[in-house]
């Protein structure tokens, strides 16, 4: 009998997501996935990962094919309402049972993001803060004095899959959620990570109704934190993308995130006139 193997790619610079910069953490070692898979009380499926390869602009999984479509917005916006219902409440039971998860055997792989940016904060002053104009510099400031007066980092800590967006969903026929794959980036985290992408509004994504549909599907959390924790994720994206250049010397990434705040602030500037 053939198996067949799915190898997934994966570059740094994707798309917004403060932690997949430079990887600190996954619970993918050890056959943790499979073991997670077991003890999911559901038939969607997730990657057993059985050979990886990481570096600083790429990783590399390859795991046992699963069957199925990935979700897009075209899908998901052709189907019937009580089509889109039972979706959601596929992706809200799989995100609960996760979340709840007893991460004991895995704690090492816990990502503080908070800390992360302090410290990608002082890099930054250490190295190429001074040449920033003042417009760059009241950016910074203000984000981190958000991020230093914000509770968001104060809440539930659990197995979350970190990067948890449309094309990463796998449909079956029935256009039910069979599969979810990428846990390249999975880690004991802050529970509101797995609803950035969910609540994100672009191309590749829903919508933020879609978003707070599956928060209140699946219960026992604070949607206005989770849209906040998201909020702060997108406000970060400039600074991380200057840090990044810092860290992997690519002055290309530098002059990204400075022409990002940039943009940022002549539309903030709109918005109050």
Known sequence: MTTTYSVRRRRRDKRRNWIRWERRGSFIPDG???QSNQKLNTNIKI???????????????GYKEIKGTFLTPEIYFALSKEKQELLKQDIAMFLRQMHDLDYSEISLYTIDN???????????KDTTYDSLTDIEKQYVEDFMQRLHSTTIF???KCLCHNDFS?????????????GVIDFGDSGIIDEYCDFIYLLEDSEEEIGV????????????IDISKAKEYQDVVEQYYPIETIVYGIKNNRPDFIEK?????????????????
């Open 32 to 34: 943790a996935s499979e």
């Open 47 to 61: 990657p057993n990962v059985k050979y990886s390869y990481f570096s600083d602009d790429i990783s590399i999984l």
């Open 114 to 124: 908070k800390q992360n940016v302090l410290e990608e904060y002082q890099l930054l």
């Open 154 to 156: 104060d809440g539930k």
């Open 166 to 178: 449309c094309n990463h969903l796998l449909l079956d026929d029935e256009n039910r959620l069979c």
């Open 209 to 220: 109704s879609f978003g707070e549909d599956i928060l209140r599907l699946y219960g026992n």
């Open 257 to 273: 995130g400075r022409k990002e705040i940039y943009i940022r602030t002549r539309k903030d500037e709109k918005l109050r006139k």
